[in-house]
């Protein structure tokens, strides 16, 4: 079994930055992909970011584009997600992600909340 733990959430003002971790643990682990989602109060859950694992090319959801950056290291079987300028609309739940073939594994979360 794989699991997935976020770290980095926390409180900011608008315009600050924060650091989202995702370490991926458990058996050898082989993803296709690796990401973020998000989740607001009363709101579906989103897609904010992914990163192929294999050839690192990413993919951002409109909202995001220009100030969140999603990064890996390999090695630590690790993702981050680097946000910067952050908006009070960016509060949520931000959910880590990863698929492997067959199978797709979730975090448990961590809280992002953005002051205006």
């Known amino acids: 079994q794989v699991q997935l733990v976020e770290s980095g959430g926390g409180l900011v003002q608008a315009g600050g930055s924060l650091r989202l971790s995702c370490a991926a643990s458990?058996?050898?682990?082989?993803?296709?992909?690796m990401g973020w989602f998000r989740q607001a109060p009363g709101k579906e859950r989103e897609f904010v970011a992914t990163?192929?694992?294999?050839?690192?090319?990413?993919t951002y959801a409109d909202s995001v584009k220009g100030r969140f950056t999603i990064s890996r290291d390999n090695a630590k079987n690790t993702v981050y997600l680097q946000m910067n300028v952050l908006k009070p609309e960016d509060t949520a739940v931000y959910y880590c992600?990863?698929?492997?073939?067959?199978?797709?594994?979730w975090g448990q979360g961590t809280q992002v909340t953005v002051s205006s």
């Open positions: 458990g058996r050898t682990f082989s993803p296709l992909s």
């Open positions: 992600n990863a698929n492997e073939l067959g199978a797709v594994y």
């Open positions: 990163l192929s694992w294999s050839g690192g090319s990413t």
